[in-house]
Nanobody
Framework: QVQLVESGGGLVQPGGSLRLSCAAP????????MGWYRQAPGKQRELVAS??????NYADSVKGRFSISRDNAKNTMYLQMNSLKPEDTAVYYC?????????WGQGTQVTVSS
């Protein structure tokens, strides 16, 4: 079983920042598309951002505020979240995808509230 280990969630005020981390096994990190998804209560899980060797992709709702990056030496992916809004409140999941194969982290709660 592949383990993706997330960290960095929490409670932040609107306009604040958080950085999420996702550690993955080296064999996964180098070959899979890595991404962040989120799921708010009563809503479907949605892609927030993804990264491959060819570049990055963002949901329109987070463009200009969130930044995805990866440290290949540490087999770790990050999501820097700035200018957070209450509508960003959700459980954030790390994802590793290769063709039809998907691995998921356990999720980390992000709550944006005053």
């Amino acid at each position: 079983q592949v383990q993706l280990v997330e960290s960095g969630g929490g409670l932040v005020q609107p306009g604040g920042s958080l950085r999420l981390s996702c550690a993955a096994p080296g064999s996964i990190f180098s070959m899979y598309v890595m991404g962040w998804y989120r799921q708010a209560p009563g809503k479907q899980r949605e892609l927030v951002a993804s990264t491959t060797s060819g570049g990055t992709n963002y949901a329109d709702s987070v463009k200009g505020r969130f930044s995805i990056s990866r440290d290949n030496a540490k087999n770790t992916m990050y999501l820097q979240m700035n200018s957070l809004k209450p509508e960003d409140t959700a459980v954030y999941y790390c994802n590793a995808r290769f063709a039809a194969i998907n691995f998921w982290g356990q999720g980390t709660q992000v709550t944006v509230s005053s």
